[in-house]
């Protein structure tokens, strides 16, 4: 099991030149002005095989190369590490955060945007920043606001569903199936309460089952688009809610707890975002090797994620160094091995060096896993930020209460 590393505050000496200078400069002397810093990562710190990735491995690189110390400081809920920072600039703290390094995206990012929380128009000077397609709307885009230079793509990611093969061979394929066979088996299924990430996603799909699909959510919020498709979808929730585990009196309140009703059969089903977790889970016998992970015919949502360095980080270089290395294409072929993670690549595979592509087409395919290429044939798009703030809370005054 992973340790995270004790927290300690930012060195006085680490990175105390102006922030401006650091934009466009040389990458020698970024790295120069790195050495003998601190990283003070703060990060969802729920899966032990990440929290091992992130401190052995890249913190070993890190600490080996670079004299950069890395500290992991692991979070139930990516809203806590932005309130610190908020927290900070409105206390005049400008210049010596608590803060390095952020795990984030959705509105937390938009949080960070709007509040002038981001150092930003940095990304550029990265050495390996030529290796992301930022073409692509979705990476230059996170849930509809645009990165604009102030947070770096660190993996890819797209909802999906498990189930054991060996007690249930013929799991539902859509959510129209899913809300019917919720029915039909009473008990055997339910989801963690929002805000909680995973179970705020399995409430958005029923909320694009109820809109008649993601096309007519897309843009800027709607409140009448909404209003019309929140109905129609909290009528849904609470019409399966008897039929959902304990009768819908209570929920999980974390993916975790649904993880664990799931290992001990409580619940015939379990969802990730990430779902190389079910192959981690399965190596650890944790689950059965008969688990098998799978898409919906009528799509699943997918999306990037991203670390972000505060305003106020007194690290800024040595948080740019540790940034680049996690953009390294031996990084980010480390973590693609399902026996470390598993994770989609946030940087595309054709600009890597011949040796690297061919080391990420070697990697074996975990049998539990669903291959990404298989869940990206149908993948959803995730809407804009103030959407998803508003189905959470709709979902807390009309469902959870």
């Not at 650091?22 to 899966?47: E, H, P």
């Not at 990611?157 to 859509?174: I, R, V």
């Not at 199936?177 to 299924?189: E, M, T, V, Y």
């Not at 007194?314 to 994770?343: C, E, F, I, R, Y």
């Amino acid at each position: 099991m992973a340790t995270a590393l004790a927290f300690c505050a930012p060195l006085a000496q680490a990175d105390t030149a102006d922030a401006s200078a650091l934009i466009g400069a040389d990458w020698d002397s970024v790295v120069a002005q790195a050495r003998g810093g601190t990283v003070n990562w703060f990060m969802w710190g729920g899966a032990d095989n990440i929290n091992a990735y992130v401190t052995e491995y890249i913190g070993g690189m890190l600490q080996r190369d670079y004299d950069i110390t890395l500290n992991l400081i692991p979070l139930a809920d990516t809203a806590d590490a932005v309130n610190i920072v908020l927290g900070e600039k409105e206390a005049g703290n400008l210049d010596g955060g608590a803060v390095d390094l952020i795990w984030i995206n959705g509105a937390n990012f938009r949080t960070m945007v709007q509040g002038g929380l981001a150092f930003c128009g940095y990304t550029e000077t990265l050495p390996h920043d030529r290796l992301i397609d930022w073409s692509n709307p979705a990476i230059a885009n996170d849930f509809g606001v645009p990165v604009s230079g102030c947070e770096v793509p660190w993996n890819l990611a797209q909802f999906a569903f498990a189930h054991d093969s060996a007690t249930l061979p013929a799991p539902p394929q859509s959510i129209p199936a899913l809300l019917d066979w919720i029915k039909a088996n009473p008990g055997q299924f339910t989801y963690p309460a929002p805000p909680d990430f995973n179970g705020a996603v399995f409430v958005r799909h029923v909320f694009y089952h109820a809109a008649g699909g993601v096309e007519n959510l897309m843009g800027p919020f709607d409140q009448a688009k909404f209003d019309a498709a929140a109905a129609k979808t909290w009528a849904i929730l609470n019409e399966i809610e008897p039929f959902l585990w304990r009768e819908g009196q209570t929920y999980p309140t974390s993916i975790n707890q649904l993880n664990e009703l799931f290992a001990n059969g409580e619940v015939a089903l379990t969802f990730n975002y990430d779902p190389a977790q079910f192959g981690i889970a399965v190596d650890a016998g944790i689950y059965p090797e008969t688990v098998r992970s799978y898409g919906l015919t009528d799509g699943t949502i997918g999306n990037t994620n991203y670390t972000v360095i505060p305003f106020n980080s007194p690290n800024k270089a040595a948080a740019m160094v540790a940034q680049n290395l996690l953009l390294s294409p031996a990084a980010q072929v480390h973590k693609a091995d399902p026996a470390v993670w598993g994770t989609a690549p946030a940087i595309v595979p054709d600009r890597m060096p011949p040796d690297m592509q061919a080391a990420l087409a070697a990697l074996p395919a975990h049998p539990s896993v669903i291959a990404t290429s298989t869940l990206a044939e149908r993948a959803l798009p995730e809407l804009e930020a103030s959407w998803i703030a508003a189905i959470e809370q709709g979902w807390i005054e009309n469902v959870g209460k």
